[in-house]
């Protein structure tokens, strides 16, 4: 025993040390007597129930005797109609009754998620472009969007641009919809709002690509595939109030200043701004302009003393005849892009447009037409110019089959003719995407 | 140092105009009459049943265009950004054109969720609402139900209801009045249920053939018996095969009627009209569909009146 017990224990008295010994039988007898102690247990608790569920068989079969032996009574009268209509007692705007549950019991559990929603953007090329190539085949972009409304206060979007270099967030912001003196803000990262195009997701765009004042003058290059002004930053917009039902809109916006090769930020104060001002309104029911004029002010990659300026003007014009709206629409649209850009021994000038026109043939056709004229920001005497045919099918609204004849006259004396085509494919819900 | 300056300067000047702009521009007066939107002429005939003169109502669809594709055009926000109270169909008629427009007018009093959202949906009969799976293979189905369910005048007096009880809960003290107007719109809604229900009594079970699935609570409430679509699934355009399908069962069927939305085209049921001898009647599915239906009751006349004439042609 001594070699069991360790040495501090081996001084204690012989009848301390029969104490243990007799604890430790009686825990180890305990131990082994355990299992039948709590199999007659088991057995016992099964019998009370047995006997308890046959209480209850005898029980319902005297009720089924009694119910039977009862004469049949009268229909049950039918219900009047309803005079008043209960409250909702859920959350509003929740229709009332049991919602369907598709998914199984853990349906219930998922009704916080966000809507959820993949975009497919499939993009070919054929013919010759030394310039600004596109791959032949390419899923140049899977848009992933999540979508809620975060509290009383706010809704929450994302939409993660997974490409095949790797994912981005396109645009990740809270939307902060129950503020104050009609304003709206958002923070996150965010399309800026400069223009309209640039506050497009690619499948929104009217065409296969992006026009060619986006990649000279609002930053990225000829090579990327998505361009634009898009940064982290906060936006505050405000309906202004104007006469005559004309829709105004100011919008002001602050970022970090670091937005493709247009914005470069060397330190944290070197933030860039934008601002727009739009409105809008209706000629008739069918027919509407809206005017706008953007400023965006930033630092370069020149260095943090050397700022960029970007001055845009953009106009649309739309026609959409309600009665026939799903077969017929025509909608104009130009945007007009200045740019200063400081660099160390001279400010280059740059300026760039685009005119583009799209017409609704039927409820499954659309044609349309693109011109692009634009200087470089980073050397006004070179200018890039193209035009584009656009042919559109839609098998539904979730799916998409484009075919874009562009013919572009680069500023290296290089003309491209090339067929894009594009296949577009919604999965899940997809919010919509603003006017 | 003095560009740094410069910057600070910019930022500040720029961030002192914004802020001028906007405390110029301090919101509206509350206006006496309640402002109640509704996303359509329909909802907006209900709340008017029910408000009388003490609210203003306004609707963003008009009765004759689809309402599953309605532009969110800017001018919709001035709408939006004064309303007290908002009142949409639901289940997801409006989800591609309504949502955006929620967030983006400035007004926290109809966000979703707040005392100024009412869906009215919550108060009616909803059919169609899927048992089994549903995907997009289905077309543009609603996984909550048939959305179309105003054509009901028993949701009709539903969705009055619930409106009356909105309205009395957000101006109390008119509550009385919003009770005396429900009763009364209840009351005449009876009494031309009873003219409805005379007028089409010989007709009932008759077969019909229907654009859209826009109908299934006024087949339900007035006896009509819907045995096929133009759109093979909802909101997919017909295939020739469809069609030629449609029309065996319609001459099998003896079909003499294809009901037609006012928003959709022509050529396709008047070609089906021609080749399975029917008629095509252009039904409306909404308040305001055309200039004389500018109530409830108008449009359930139209409708009735219709449908009354082209099956005592047909018989």
């Known amino acids: 025993m001594s070699g069991i017990f360790p040495e501090s224990l081996a001084c204690v008295s012989d009848s301390l040390r029969q104490v243990i010994w007799r604890g430790g039988c009686a825990l180890l007898c305990s131990l082994l007597l355990m299992p039948g102690v709590l199999c007659a247990q088991t057995q016992d608790d099964t019998q009370e129930r047995l006997k308890a569920l046959e209480e209850r068989v005898r029980a319902l079969e005297a009720e089924l005797r009694a119910l039977k032996a009862a004469p049949p009574s009268a229909p049950a009268p039918a219900p009047a109609p309803p005079t008043t209509v209960q409250a909702p007692t859920g959350a509003p705007g929740v229709p009332a009754g049991q919602l369907p549950v598709y998914g199984g019991a853990s349906a219930l559990a998922k009704v916080f998620n966000p809507d959820m929603g993949v975009i497919g953007n499939f993009i070919g090329a054929t013919g010759r472009n030394r310039i600004s190539p596109f791959p032949a085949l390419s899923l140049q972009e899977s848009e992933v969007s999540l979508q809620a409304i975060v509290d009383p206060y706010a809704r929450g979007d994302f939409f993660l641009a997974i490409g095949e270099e790797g994912i981005e967030v396109e645009e990740g912001y809270v939307t902060f919809t129950a503020l104050p003196a009609g304003l709206l803000a958002k923070v996150g990262r965010m399309r800026a709002a400069f223009g309209r195009v ?225 296949f577009l494919f919604t999965l899940g819900t997809h919010g919509a995407h603003p006017f | 140092m003095t560009q740094r300056c410069n910057r600070f300067r910019f930022l500040l000047s720029l961030s002192a105009v914004v802020l001028v702009l906007l405390a110029v521009c301090t919101p509206a007066q509350a206006a006496a009459k309640l402002i109640v939107v509704t996303t359509t002429q329909d909802l907006a005939a209900l709340a008017q049943e029910i408000g009388g003169d003490r609210i203003a109502v306004d609707a963003i669809a008009r009765g004759y265009q689809d309402p599953h594709f309605v532009e969110a055009k800017p001018s919709f926000l001035l709408k939006l950004r004064k309303a007290d109270l908002l009142i949409v169909v639901g289940l997801q008629l409006e989800i591609s054109w309504l949502p955006p427009l929620i967030t983006q007018c400035g007004n926290p009093r109809i966000q979703i969720g707040a005392p100024g959202y009412l869906d009215a949906s919550q108060f009616a009969e909803i059919l169609e609402i899927p048992t089994a799976p549903v995907t997009r293979a289905m077309g543009d189905v609603h996984p909550f139900g048939n959305p179309h369910y105003w054509l009901d005048p028993e949701n009709g007096r539903r969705i009055a209801r619930g409106i009356q009880m909105k309205l009395a809960q957000m101006k109390p003290e008119d509550a009385a009045y919003f009770e005396m107007r429900f009763q009364s719109f209840s009351k005449r809604l009876q009494e031309a249920e009873r003219r409805w229900d005379e007028q089409l009594k010989t007709f009932q079970g008759r077969k019909v053939v229907t654009y859209h699935r826009s109908w299934p609570n006024l087949a339900k409430r007035f006896g009509l018996n819907v045995i096929g679509y133009v759109e093979p699934r909802a909101g997919i355009p017909p295939s020739p095969g469809h069609l030629v399908e449609l029309i065996q069962l319609m001459q099998r069927e003896n079909v003499k009627i294809i009901l037609v939305e006012p928003y959709f085209d022509l050529k396709t049921p008047n070609s089906v009209a021609r080749e399975s001898g029917a008629q095509v009647l252009v039904l409306l599915p909404s308040v305001g569909g055309e200039k004389e239906v500018t109530d409830y009751f108008l449009l359930f006349d139209y409708d009735i009146a219709l449908l009354q004439g082209a099956f005592t042609r047909v018989q």
Not at chain 1, 394 to 412: C, D, K
Request: charged share 20%.
């Open chain 1, 198 to 422: 640039n506050s497009f997701h690619n499948h929104t765009l009217p065409w296969v690509d992006r026009p060619l004042v986006a990649f000279n003058l609002l930053g990225g290059s000829l090579e990327e595939a998505d361009v634009g002004i898009k940064d982290a930053g906060v936006s505050v917009s405000r309906i202004l109030p104007s006469p005559g039902g004309i829709f105004l809109q100011a919008t002001g916006e602050v970022y970090r200043g670091g937005s493709g090769s247009l914005f470069r930020a060397s330190q944290r104060s070197d933030v860039s701004v934008v601002g727009r001002l739009r409105g809008y309104g209706d000629f008739t029911e069918s027919t509407n302009l809206e005017l706008g004029g953007s400023y965006a002010r930033g630092h370069n990659d020149t260095g943090s003393s050397f700022i960029t300026q970007v001055y845009g003007l953009d106009a649309t014009l739309r026609w959409k005849p309600l009665r026939r709206a799903i077969y017929h629409s025509f909608a104009f649209r130009t945007e007009l892009v200045w740019s200063s850009r400081e660099e160390l021994t001279s400010t280059p000038r740059a300026f760039g447009f685009f005119s583009s026109a799209e017409y609704r043939l039927g409820r499954r056709w659309f044609v349309g037409g693109r011109y692009d004229w634009s200087e470089r920001a980073r050397n006004a005497a070179q200018h890039d110019s193209g035009a584009s045919l656009v042919l559109t099918y839609w098998p539904s609204e979730f799916n998409q089959i484009r075919g874009q004849l562009r013919r572009t006259r680069y500023a290296e004396a290089q003309i491209a003719n090339e067929l894009l085509f594009q």
